[in-house]
Protein backbone atom coordinates (compact mmCIF):
# COMPACT_ATOMS: atom_id res chain seq x y z
CA UNK A 1 0.00 0.00 0.00
CA UNK A 2 1.26 3.49 -0.67
CA UNK A 3 1.81 5.36 2.52
CA UNK A 4 -0.07 7.98 1.84
CA UNK A 5 -3.01 6.60 -0.23
CA UNK A 6 -6.08 6.07 2.11
CA UNK A 7 -8.62 3.30 1.91
CA UNK A 8 -12.05 3.65 2.49
CA UNK A 9 -14.53 0.23 2.41
CA UNK A 10 -18.38 0.74 2.07
CA UNK A 11 -20.35 -2.08 3.13
CA UNK A 12 -23.97 -2.82 2.97
CA UNK A 13 -26.38 -4.68 5.57
CA UNK A 14 -30.21 -5.83 5.65
CA UNK A 15 -31.25 -5.41 2.46
CA UNK A 16 -29.63 -5.29 -1.05
CA UNK A 17 -30.19 -2.08 -3.58
CA UNK A 18 -29.40 0.77 -0.89
CA UNK A 19 -27.18 2.53 -2.80
CA UNK A 20 -23.74 1.53 -2.27
CA UNK A 21 -22.65 2.65 -5.49
CA UNK A 22 -24.40 5.89 -5.33
CA UNK A 23 -22.94 6.89 -1.87
CA UNK A 24 -19.74 5.30 -2.60
CA UNK A 25 -19.91 7.67 -6.09
CA UNK A 26 -20.73 10.88 -3.73
CA UNK A 27 -18.46 10.92 -0.97
CA UNK A 28 -15.69 10.40 -3.80
CA UNK A 29 -17.43 13.80 -5.54
CA UNK A 30 -17.10 15.53 -1.91
CA UNK A 31 -13.29 14.42 -1.28
CA UNK A 32 -12.62 15.26 -4.81
CA UNK A 33 -14.21 18.72 -4.59
CA UNK A 34 -12.04 19.29 -1.82
CA UNK A 35 -8.96 18.63 -4.32
CA UNK A 36 -7.88 15.17 -3.62
CA UNK A 37 -7.69 12.86 -5.74
CA UNK A 38 -10.08 9.71 -6.25
CA UNK A 39 -10.84 6.38 -7.39
CA UNK A 40 -13.79 3.79 -6.86
CA UNK A 41 -13.21 0.39 -7.00
CA UNK A 42 -16.16 -2.42 -6.89
CA UNK A 43 -15.09 -6.04 -5.47
CA UNK A 44 -18.52 -8.23 -6.87
CA UNK A 45 -19.22 -11.36 -4.95
CA UNK A 46 -20.17 -13.89 -8.29
CA UNK A 47 -18.15 -16.62 -9.10
CA UNK A 48 -18.67 -15.17 -13.44
CA UNK A 49 -15.64 -13.56 -14.55
CA UNK A 50 -16.74 -10.25 -15.39
CA UNK A 51 -20.42 -9.42 -16.28
CA UNK A 52 -20.04 -9.75 -19.66
CA UNK A 53 -21.76 -12.74 -20.26
CA UNK A 54 -24.26 -12.23 -18.02
CA UNK A 55 -28.19 -11.40 -18.76
CA UNK A 56 -29.06 -7.89 -18.59
CA UNK A 57 -31.90 -9.36 -17.04
CA UNK A 58 -29.53 -10.82 -14.18
CA UNK A 59 -27.27 -8.09 -13.38
CA UNK A 60 -28.53 -4.78 -15.47
CA UNK A 61 -26.54 -3.36 -17.98
CA UNK A 62 -22.52 -4.36 -18.59
CA UNK A 63 -20.58 -1.28 -18.28
CA UNK A 64 -17.46 -0.80 -20.59
CA UNK A 65 -14.11 0.80 -19.78
CA UNK A 66 -11.53 2.33 -22.20
CA UNK A 67 -9.04 -0.32 -21.44
CA UNK A 68 -12.25 -3.31 -22.36
CA UNK A 69 -13.04 -4.39 -19.11
CA UNK A 70 -16.45 -5.19 -19.17
CA UNK A 71 -17.87 -4.46 -15.36
CA UNK A 72 -20.66 -3.88 -13.11
CA UNK A 73 -22.79 -1.17 -13.80
CA UNK A 74 -21.68 0.76 -10.37
CA UNK A 75 -18.41 2.21 -12.53
CA UNK A 76 -20.40 3.78 -15.08
CA UNK A 77 -21.80 5.86 -11.63
CA UNK A 78 -18.30 6.48 -10.74
CA UNK A 79 -16.98 7.76 -14.07
CA UNK A 80 -20.34 9.90 -14.49
CA UNK A 81 -19.47 11.24 -10.79
CA UNK A 82 -16.09 12.04 -10.80
CA UNK A 83 -15.08 12.53 -14.57
CA UNK A 84 -12.55 10.13 -14.46
CA UNK A 85 -12.32 7.05 -16.51
CA UNK A 86 -11.99 3.51 -14.61
CA UNK A 87 -10.16 0.22 -15.77
CA UNK A 88 -9.84 -3.13 -15.55
CA UNK A 89 -8.65 -2.62 -11.91
CA UNK A 90 -11.65 -1.01 -10.87
CA UNK A 91 -13.77 -3.96 -11.09
CA UNK A 92 -12.64 -7.06 -9.34
CA UNK A 93 -14.83 -10.61 -9.17
CA UNK A 94 -14.77 -13.79 -7.23
CA UNK A 95 -14.57 -15.53 -10.29
CA UNK A 96 -11.06 -13.39 -11.25
CA UNK A 97 -9.98 -14.04 -7.69
CA UNK A 98 -10.45 -17.92 -7.47
CA UNK A 99 -8.80 -17.61 -11.54
CA UNK A 100 -5.85 -16.24 -10.66
CA UNK A 101 -5.26 -17.82 -7.55
CA UNK A 102 -5.55 -21.32 -9.45
CA UNK A 103 -3.45 -20.54 -12.15
CA UNK A 104 -0.79 -19.41 -9.27
CA UNK A 105 -1.23 -22.64 -7.74
CA UNK A 106 -0.65 -24.38 -11.39
CA UNK A 107 2.23 -23.03 -11.77
CA UNK A 108 3.41 -23.84 -8.62
CA UNK A 109 4.24 -20.70 -6.87
CA UNK A 110 2.90 -21.66 -3.79
CA UNK A 111 5.66 -24.17 -3.46
CA UNK A 112 3.41 -27.07 -2.52
CA UNK A 113 1.33 -25.98 0.30
CA UNK A 114 -2.53 -26.35 0.80
CA UNK A 115 -4.59 -23.23 -0.99
CA UNK A 116 -6.86 -21.96 1.47
CA UNK A 117 -9.15 -19.37 1.37
CA UNK A 118 -7.11 -17.74 4.33
CA UNK A 119 -4.36 -16.37 3.55
CA UNK A 120 -4.63 -17.46 -0.11
CA UNK A 121 -7.52 -16.06 -1.08
CA UNK A 122 -7.66 -12.96 1.00
CA UNK A 123 -3.97 -11.75 0.05
CA UNK A 124 -5.34 -11.99 -3.69
CA UNK A 125 -7.82 -9.45 -2.17
CA UNK A 126 -5.77 -7.41 -0.44
CA UNK A 127 -3.65 -7.02 -3.48
CA UNK A 128 -6.19 -6.29 -6.11
CA UNK A 129 -7.52 -3.98 -3.54
CA UNK A 130 -3.91 -1.73 -3.51
CA UNK A 131 -3.48 -2.23 -7.11
CA UNK A 132 -5.12 1.41 -7.54
CA UNK A 133 -3.33 2.88 -4.10
CA UNK A 134 0.33 1.69 -5.40
CA UNK A 135 0.11 3.61 -8.53
CA UNK A 136 0.77 6.76 -7.03
CA UNK A 137 -2.12 8.45 -8.65
CA UNK A 138 -5.18 8.70 -5.93
CA UNK A 139 -4.99 10.40 -2.48
CA UNK A 140 -8.26 8.28 -1.32
CA UNK A 141 -9.39 4.64 -3.02
CA UNK A 142 -12.93 3.74 -2.25
CA UNK A 143 -13.57 0.05 -2.59
CA UNK A 144 -17.61 -0.63 -2.64
CA UNK A 145 -17.99 -4.63 -1.34
CA UNK A 146 -20.97 -6.07 -3.25
CA UNK A 147 -23.97 -7.95 -1.53
CA UNK A 148 -24.50 -7.54 1.93
CA UNK A 149 -23.02 -8.51 4.95
CA UNK A 150 -23.53 -12.14 6.03
CA UNK A 151 -23.72 -13.37 2.56
CA UNK A 152 -21.87 -16.59 2.31
CA UNK A 153 -20.36 -14.93 -1.44
CA UNK A 154 -18.93 -12.25 0.59
CA UNK A 155 -17.24 -13.63 3.75
CA UNK A 156 -13.35 -13.29 2.07
CA UNK A 157 -13.88 -9.93 1.13
CA UNK A 158 -14.88 -8.59 4.81
CA UNK A 159 -12.11 -11.12 6.20
CA UNK A 160 -9.54 -9.15 3.86
CA UNK A 161 -11.05 -5.85 5.02
CA UNK A 162 -10.61 -6.99 8.83
CA UNK A 163 -7.02 -7.61 7.91
CA UNK A 164 -6.38 -4.41 6.36
CA UNK A 165 -7.52 -2.47 9.14
CA UNK A 166 -5.51 -4.32 11.46
CA UNK A 167 -2.13 -4.00 9.45
CA UNK A 168 -2.64 -0.49 7.91
CA UNK A 169 -4.78 1.43 11.26
CA UNK A 170 -4.28 4.82 10.34
CA UNK A 171 -5.11 4.81 6.83
CA UNK A 172 -8.25 2.72 6.51
CA UNK A 173 -12.00 3.29 7.46
CA UNK A 174 -15.44 1.57 7.10
CA UNK A 175 -18.69 2.89 5.80
CA UNK A 176 -21.75 0.68 7.02
CA UNK A 177 -24.86 1.08 4.21
CA UNK A 178 -27.60 0.09 6.07
CA UNK A 179 -31.37 0.49 6.16
CA UNK A 180 -33.61 2.20 8.99
CA UNK A 181 -37.67 1.03 7.76
CA UNK A 182 -41.03 2.55 8.44
CA UNK A 183 -43.08 0.32 9.70
CA UNK A 184 -46.74 2.08 8.95
CA UNK A 185 -48.54 -0.49 11.62
CA UNK A 186 -46.63 1.35 14.26
CA UNK A 187 -46.11 4.73 12.93
CA UNK A 188 -42.25 4.86 13.53
CA UNK A 189 -39.16 4.11 12.63
CA UNK A 190 -37.21 0.70 13.42
CA UNK A 191 -33.37 0.44 14.11
CA UNK A 192 -33.35 -2.96 15.42
CA UNK A 193 -32.21 -4.03 12.18
CA UNK A 194 -29.55 -1.54 11.47
CA UNK A 195 -28.43 -2.72 15.12
CA UNK A 196 -28.51 -6.63 14.03
CA UNK A 197 -26.74 -5.58 10.80
CA UNK A 198 -23.67 -3.88 12.36
CA UNK A 199 -23.43 -7.17 15.11
CA UNK A 200 -23.31 -9.58 11.97
CA UNK A 201 -20.81 -6.71 10.52
CA UNK A 202 -18.88 -7.19 14.13
CA UNK A 203 -19.17 -10.64 14.52
CA UNK A 204 -16.70 -10.81 11.49
CA UNK A 205 -14.67 -9.05 13.29
CA UNK A 206 -14.88 -5.55 11.75
CA UNK A 207 -16.26 -2.33 13.60
CA UNK A 208 -17.80 0.10 10.57
CA UNK A 209 -16.56 4.21 11.53
CA UNK A 210 -19.37 5.33 9.88
CA UNK A 211 -22.98 4.32 9.36
CA UNK A 212 -24.72 5.72 6.55
CA UNK A 213 -28.86 4.94 7.28
CA UNK A 214 -31.01 5.05 4.44
CA UNK A 215 -34.77 5.81 5.38
CA UNK A 216 -37.64 7.34 3.61
CA UNK A 217 -38.21 9.45 7.20
CA UNK A 218 -35.91 11.74 8.97
CA UNK A 219 -33.88 10.01 11.82
CA UNK A 220 -33.88 12.49 14.70
CA UNK A 221 -31.17 13.19 16.92
CA UNK A 222 -32.38 10.79 19.50
CA UNK A 223 -32.47 8.15 17.57
CA UNK A 224 -29.24 9.02 16.20
CA UNK A 225 -27.51 8.58 19.92
CA UNK A 226 -29.92 5.29 20.24
CA UNK A 227 -27.91 3.58 17.54
CA UNK A 228 -24.56 5.75 18.03
CA UNK A 229 -24.82 3.60 21.35
CA UNK A 230 -25.56 -0.04 20.68
CA UNK A 231 -23.40 0.24 17.48
CA UNK A 232 -20.04 1.62 19.40
CA UNK A 233 -19.89 4.74 16.67
CA UNK A 234 -20.05 8.30 17.50
CA UNK A 235 -23.47 10.24 17.00
CA UNK A 236 -22.01 12.75 14.30
CA UNK A 237 -20.90 9.36 12.30
CA UNK A 238 -24.43 8.68 11.88
CA UNK A 239 -25.28 9.86 8.48
CA UNK A 240 -29.18 9.80 7.24
CA UNK A 241 -29.43 9.24 3.51
CA UNK A 242 -33.18 10.24 2.75
CA UNK A 243 -34.38 9.13 -0.58
CA UNK A 244 -33.79 11.68 -3.31
CA UNK A 245 -35.50 12.25 -6.99
CA UNK A 246 -32.40 12.42 -8.51
CA UNK A 247 -29.48 10.60 -7.70
CA UNK A 248 -27.46 13.61 -8.54
CA UNK A 249 -28.95 15.27 -5.36
CA UNK A 250 -27.05 12.78 -2.92
CA UNK A 251 -23.80 14.35 -3.34
CA UNK A 252 -25.41 17.81 -2.04
CA UNK A 253 -27.36 15.53 0.77
CA UNK A 254 -24.39 13.93 2.00
CA UNK A 255 -22.31 17.96 2.24
CA UNK A 256 -25.46 18.72 4.02
CA UNK A 257 -24.84 15.70 6.50
CA UNK A 258 -21.27 16.29 6.64
CA UNK A 259 -19.95 12.67 5.71
CA UNK A 260 -16.85 14.39 4.16
CA UNK A 261 -15.92 15.67 6.83
CA UNK A 262 -16.54 13.05 9.45
CA UNK A 263 -14.23 10.64 7.18
CA UNK A 264 -11.40 13.35 7.14
CA UNK A 265 -11.86 13.93 10.59
CA UNK A 266 -11.53 10.10 11.54
CA UNK A 267 -8.19 10.22 8.78
CA UNK A 268 -6.71 13.18 10.59
CA UNK A 269 -6.79 15.19 7.80
CA UNK A 270 -7.95 18.56 7.45
CA UNK A 271 -11.86 19.25 7.42
CA UNK A 272 -12.59 22.71 6.98
CA UNK A 273 -14.49 24.54 4.46
CA UNK A 274 -16.64 22.65 2.08
CA UNK A 275 -16.28 20.99 -1.22
CA UNK A 276 -16.08 23.29 -4.17
CA UNK A 277 -19.53 21.59 -6.33
CA UNK A 278 -20.17 24.87 -7.96
CA UNK A 279 -20.46 23.18 -11.57
CA UNK A 280 -22.09 19.85 -10.04
CA UNK A 281 -25.12 23.04 -8.73
CA UNK A 282 -25.00 24.51 -12.32
CA UNK A 283 -26.02 21.15 -13.99
CA UNK A 284 -28.49 20.36 -10.78
CA UNK A 285 -30.01 23.83 -11.37
CA UNK A 286 -30.01 22.79 -15.57
CA UNK A 287 -31.71 19.79 -14.62
CA UNK A 288 -34.61 20.60 -12.24
CA UNK A 289 -35.42 23.91 -13.82
CA UNK A 290 -35.59 23.17 -17.83
CA UNK A 291 -36.94 25.54 -20.65
CA UNK A 292 -38.99 22.71 -22.54
CA UNK A 293 -39.58 18.89 -22.86
CA UNK A 294 -39.28 16.62 -25.34
CA UNK A 295 -40.68 12.61 -25.41
CA UNK A 296 -37.68 10.38 -26.47
CA UNK A 297 -39.10 6.79 -27.45
CA UNK A 298 -36.40 4.02 -26.21
CA UNK A 299 -37.08 1.04 -28.16
CA UNK A 300 -35.69 -2.06 -26.46
CA UNK A 301 -36.29 -5.24 -25.49
CA UNK A 302 -35.26 -5.58 -21.52
CA UNK A 303 -37.31 -2.71 -20.85
CA UNK A 304 -38.87 -4.47 -17.75
CA UNK A 305 -35.50 -3.86 -16.31
CA UNK A 306 -34.49 -0.27 -16.39
CA UNK A 307 -30.89 -0.86 -15.28
CA UNK A 308 -30.04 -2.67 -18.83
CA UNK A 309 -30.03 1.17 -20.21
CA UNK A 310 -28.61 2.49 -17.45
CA UNK A 311 -25.79 4.65 -19.16
CA UNK A 312 -28.54 5.56 -21.30
CA UNK A 313 -30.87 7.33 -19.42
CA UNK A 314 -28.27 9.34 -17.84
CA UNK A 315 -26.45 10.26 -20.93
CA UNK A 316 -30.16 12.24 -21.67
CA UNK A 317 -30.19 13.58 -18.16
CA UNK A 318 -27.06 14.93 -18.93
CA UNK A 319 -27.81 16.16 -22.94
CA UNK A 320 -31.39 17.29 -21.20
CA UNK A 321 -29.46 19.47 -18.48
CA UNK A 322 -27.23 20.78 -21.12
CA UNK A 323 -30.24 21.66 -23.55
CA UNK A 324 -32.22 22.78 -20.43
CA UNK A 325 -34.56 20.31 -21.25
CA UNK A 326 -36.48 18.18 -19.94
CA UNK A 327 -36.24 14.76 -21.42
CA UNK A 328 -39.16 12.15 -21.04
CA UNK A 329 -38.15 8.28 -22.17
CA UNK A 330 -40.87 6.67 -23.58
CA UNK A 331 -40.05 2.75 -22.87
CA UNK A 332 -40.95 0.76 -25.79
CA UNK A 333 -40.88 -3.18 -25.90
CA UNK A 334 -39.35 -3.98 -29.71
CA UNK A 335 -40.96 -7.08 -29.61
CA UNK A 336 -44.58 -5.67 -29.25
CA UNK A 337 -43.91 -3.27 -32.43
CA UNK A 338 -45.82 -4.47 -35.06
CA UNK A 339 -46.96 -3.39 -38.69
CA UNK A 340 -50.81 -2.55 -37.27
CA UNK A 341 -49.55 -0.77 -34.56
CA UNK A 342 -46.22 0.77 -35.10
CA UNK A 343 -47.52 4.33 -35.91
CA UNK A 344 -49.94 4.17 -33.38
CA UNK A 345 -46.93 3.41 -30.51
CA UNK A 346 -44.51 6.12 -31.95
CA UNK A 347 -46.43 9.29 -34.04
CA UNK A 348 -46.39 11.28 -31.08
CA UNK A 349 -42.33 10.87 -30.22
CA UNK A 350 -40.01 13.59 -31.01
CA UNK A 351 -37.16 10.95 -31.42
CA UNK A 352 -36.67 7.63 -31.27
CA UNK A 353 -33.28 5.67 -30.01
CA UNK A 354 -33.44 1.77 -30.60
CA UNK A 355 -31.12 0.13 -27.77
CA UNK A 356 -28.28 -2.46 -28.32
CA UNK A 357 -28.82 -5.63 -27.49
CA UNK A 358 -27.99 -9.37 -28.62
CA UNK A 359 -30.07 -12.19 -30.81
CA UNK A 360 -33.27 -12.08 -32.57
CA UNK A 361 -35.46 -11.38 -30.13
CA UNK A 362 -37.38 -8.04 -31.03
CA UNK A 363 -35.39 -7.22 -33.69
CA UNK A 364 -37.88 -6.96 -36.19
CA UNK A 365 -39.86 -4.07 -33.98
CA UNK A 366 -36.59 -2.28 -33.76
CA UNK A 367 -36.59 -2.62 -37.65
CA UNK A 368 -39.99 -1.38 -37.79
CA UNK A 369 -39.26 1.71 -35.42
CA UNK A 370 -36.71 2.96 -37.56
CA UNK A 371 -38.44 2.46 -41.01
CA UNK A 372 -41.30 4.59 -38.87
CA UNK A 373 -38.50 6.84 -38.02
CA UNK A 374 -36.89 7.91 -41.22
CA UNK A 375 -39.65 7.65 -43.44
CA UNK A 376 -41.56 10.40 -40.97
CA UNK A 377 -38.57 12.15 -40.42
CA UNK A 378 -38.25 11.73 -36.85
CA UNK A 379 -35.08 12.33 -35.56
CA UNK A 380 -33.41 8.92 -34.75
CA UNK A 381 -30.33 7.39 -32.89
CA UNK A 382 -29.28 4.02 -33.42
CA UNK A 383 -26.59 2.70 -30.67
CA UNK A 384 -24.37 -0.65 -31.94
CA UNK A 385 -26.96 -3.04 -32.53
CA UNK A 386 -29.45 -0.57 -33.03
CA UNK A 387 -27.15 1.49 -35.87
CA UNK A 388 -26.84 -2.40 -37.54
CA UNK A 389 -30.96 -2.52 -37.13
CA UNK A 390 -30.82 1.26 -39.43
CA UNK A 391 -28.31 -0.53 -41.79
CA UNK A 392 -30.85 -3.59 -42.53
CA UNK A 393 -34.13 -1.58 -42.36
CA UNK A 394 -32.40 0.82 -44.76
CA UNK A 395 -31.10 -2.20 -47.25
CA UNK A 396 -34.53 -3.79 -47.12
CA UNK A 397 -36.63 -0.97 -47.51
CA UNK A 398 -34.77 1.48 -49.72
CA UNK A 399 -31.94 -1.11 -51.79
CA UNK A 400 -35.34 -3.37 -52.61
CA UNK A 401 -32.94 -6.23 -50.70
CA UNK A 402 -35.43 -7.93 -48.56
CA UNK A 403 -34.06 -10.53 -47.27
CA UNK A 404 -31.27 -8.25 -45.82
CA UNK A 405 -29.56 -9.32 -42.18
CA UNK A 406 -27.25 -9.94 -39.68
CA UNK A 407 -25.62 -13.12 -40.08
CA UNK A 408 -26.20 -12.98 -36.16
CA UNK A 409 -29.82 -13.71 -36.36
CA UNK A 410 -29.54 -15.70 -39.95
CA UNK A 411 -26.44 -17.31 -40.63
CA UNK A 412 -27.97 -18.22 -44.55
CA UNK A 413 -29.06 -14.76 -45.77
CA UNK A 414 -28.21 -13.99 -49.31
CA UNK A 415 -27.32 -10.22 -47.95
CA UNK A 416 -25.52 -9.98 -45.49
CA UNK A 417 -25.36 -6.39 -44.55
CA UNK A 418 -23.74 -6.84 -41.40
CA UNK A 419 -21.43 -9.68 -41.14
CA UNK A 420 -19.19 -11.11 -38.17
CA UNK A 421 -15.87 -9.57 -37.70
CA UNK A 422 -13.07 -11.82 -39.46
CA UNK A 423 -11.19 -12.15 -36.27
CA UNK A 424 -14.22 -13.10 -34.21
CA UNK A 425 -14.54 -16.32 -36.88
CA UNK A 426 -12.78 -19.03 -35.17
CA UNK A 427 -13.98 -17.73 -31.11
CA UNK A 428 -14.37 -20.80 -29.50
CA UNK A 429 -14.89 -19.03 -25.73
CA UNK A 430 -17.88 -16.09 -25.73
CA UNK A 431 -16.36 -14.46 -22.37
CA UNK A 432 -14.05 -11.36 -22.79
CA UNK A 433 -13.41 -11.88 -26.67
CA UNK A 434 -15.64 -9.30 -28.57
CA UNK A 435 -14.12 -6.25 -29.98
CA UNK A 436 -14.18 -4.22 -26.95
CA UNK A 437 -12.86 -0.92 -25.17
CA UNK A 438 -11.93 2.03 -27.01
CA UNK A 439 -10.57 2.41 -30.68
CA UNK A 440 -10.28 5.78 -32.85
CA UNK A 441 -12.64 6.72 -35.43
CA UNK A 442 -12.38 9.29 -38.00
CA UNK A 443 -15.63 11.67 -38.87
CA UNK A 444 -16.32 13.04 -42.58
CA UNK A 445 -15.78 16.57 -41.93
CA UNK A 446 -19.39 18.17 -42.89
CA UNK A 447 -21.00 15.17 -41.17
CA UNK A 448 -23.45 15.57 -38.32
CA UNK A 449 -21.44 13.94 -35.85
CA UNK A 450 -18.29 15.88 -36.58
CA UNK A 451 -20.32 18.78 -36.28
CA UNK A 452 -21.97 17.51 -32.94
CA UNK A 453 -17.91 16.60 -31.68
CA UNK A 454 -16.42 19.74 -33.01
CA UNK A 455 -13.82 17.36 -34.28
CA UNK A 456 -13.35 14.78 -37.16
CA UNK A 457 -10.99 12.76 -34.64
CA UNK A 458 -12.28 10.74 -31.48
CA UNK A 459 -12.34 7.73 -30.02
CA UNK A 460 -15.58 5.94 -28.48
CA UNK A 461 -16.19 2.65 -26.64
CA UNK A 462 -17.07 -0.89 -28.42
CA UNK A 463 -18.46 -4.01 -27.52
CA UNK A 464 -19.64 -6.21 -30.50
CA UNK A 465 -18.63 -9.33 -32.77
CA UNK A 466 -20.37 -7.99 -35.90
CA UNK A 467 -19.73 -5.01 -38.34
CA UNK A 468 -20.79 -3.52 -41.13
CA UNK A 469 -19.97 -5.53 -44.10
CA UNK A 470 -18.28 -3.26 -46.61
CA UNK A 471 -19.57 -4.84 -49.62
CA UNK A 472 -22.57 -3.10 -49.43
CA UNK A 473 -20.89 0.09 -48.91
CA UNK A 474 -21.08 1.52 -52.45
CA UNK A 475 -24.78 0.62 -52.95
CA UNK A 476 -25.89 1.69 -49.99
CA UNK A 477 -24.28 5.21 -50.08
CA UNK A 478 -25.25 5.83 -53.61
CA UNK A 479 -28.78 5.27 -52.62
CA UNK A 480 -28.80 8.58 -49.73
CA UNK A 481 -27.23 6.75 -46.11
CA UNK A 482 -23.82 7.48 -45.88
CA UNK A 483 -20.49 6.18 -43.83
CA UNK A 484 -19.44 9.46 -42.21
CA UNK A 485 -17.34 7.76 -39.74
CA UNK A 486 -14.90 4.43 -39.87
CA UNK A 487 -11.72 2.94 -38.19
CA UNK A 488 -8.67 4.34 -39.69
CA UNK A 489 -6.60 0.98 -39.17
CA UNK A 490 -9.30 -1.12 -40.33
CA UNK A 491 -12.04 0.78 -42.67
CA UNK A 492 -14.09 -0.86 -40.28
CA UNK A 493 -17.82 1.80 -40.34
CA UNK A 494 -18.39 3.42 -37.09
CA UNK A 495 -20.90 5.90 -37.96
CA UNK A 496 -23.91 6.15 -40.42
CA UNK A 497 -25.99 9.35 -41.01
CA UNK A 498 -28.86 10.33 -43.63
CA UNK A 499 -27.83 13.92 -44.73
CA UNK A 500 -31.27 14.50 -45.81
CA UNK A 501 -33.00 13.50 -42.64
CA UNK A 502 -33.54 15.67 -39.73
CA UNK A 503 -31.31 13.60 -37.64
CA UNK A 504 -30.30 10.24 -38.28
CA UNK A 505 -27.36 8.97 -36.80
CA UNK A 506 -26.07 5.17 -36.11
CA UNK A 507 -23.03 4.53 -34.22
CA UNK A 508 -21.53 1.10 -33.79
CA UNK A 509 -19.92 2.62 -30.58
CA UNK A 510 -21.48 2.93 -27.10
CA UNK A 511 -21.38 6.93 -26.61
CA UNK A 512 -23.19 6.32 -24.07
CA UNK A 513 -20.72 5.28 -21.51
CA UNK A 514 -18.84 7.74 -21.89
CA UNK A 515 -21.22 10.74 -21.10
CA UNK A 516 -20.93 12.21 -17.57
CA UNK A 517 -22.04 15.39 -15.51
CA UNK A 518 -19.35 17.43 -15.76
CA UNK A 519 -19.10 16.45 -20.08
CA UNK A 520 -22.46 15.22 -22.11
CA UNK A 521 -21.73 13.42 -24.62
CA UNK A 522 -21.85 15.75 -28.16
CA UNK A 523 -24.02 13.23 -29.52
CA UNK A 524 -26.61 12.64 -27.11
CA UNK A 525 -27.18 16.94 -26.84
CA UNK A 526 -27.10 17.27 -30.47
CA UNK A 527 -30.03 14.73 -30.68
CA UNK A 528 -31.93 15.73 -27.68
CA UNK A 529 -31.40 19.42 -29.95
CA UNK A 530 -33.04 17.94 -33.02
CA UNK A 531 -35.97 16.61 -30.75
CA UNK A 532 -36.29 19.77 -29.64
CA UNK A 533 -36.81 21.17 -33.31
CA UNK A 534 -38.65 18.65 -34.35
CA UNK A 535 -40.97 19.19 -31.84
CA UNK A 536 -41.38 22.85 -32.33
CA UNK A 537 -41.97 22.21 -35.81
CA UNK A 538 -44.99 20.04 -35.17
CA UNK A 539 -46.34 22.70 -32.64
CA UNK A 540 -46.13 25.36 -35.81
Not at 40 to 52: E, V
Not at 63 to 83: I, P, Q
Amino acid sequence: MSSSTKYIFVTGGVTSSLGKGIISASLAKLLQGRGYSVTIQKLDPYINIDPGTLNPYEHGECFVTNDGAETDLDLGHYERFLNVSTSQANNVTTGKIYQSVIEKERRGEFLGKTVQVIPHITDEIKERIQILGNSGEYDFVITEIGGTVGDIESLPYVEAVRQMLWEFKRRTLVIHLTLIPYLKAAGELKTKPTQHSVKALLELGVQPDILVCRSEYHVDRAMRKKIALFCNVEPNAVIESLDASSIYEVPLLMQQEELDKVVLEKLNLPHEGEANLVEWLHFLDRLKNPKSKVTIGLIGKYIELKDSYKSIIEGFHHAGAANECSVNIEWIHSEKLTDDNVAYRLKDLDGILVAPGFGSRGIEGKILAIQYARENDIPFFGICLGMQCAVIEFARNVLGLRDAHTTEIDAATQNPVIAIMENQKDLTQKGGTMRLGAYACDLTKDSRSAEAYGSQKITERHRHRYEFNNDYLEAIEAKGMIAVGKNPDTGLVEVVEIPDHIWFVGTQFHPEYKSTVERPHPLFISFVKAAIRKKKSTLV
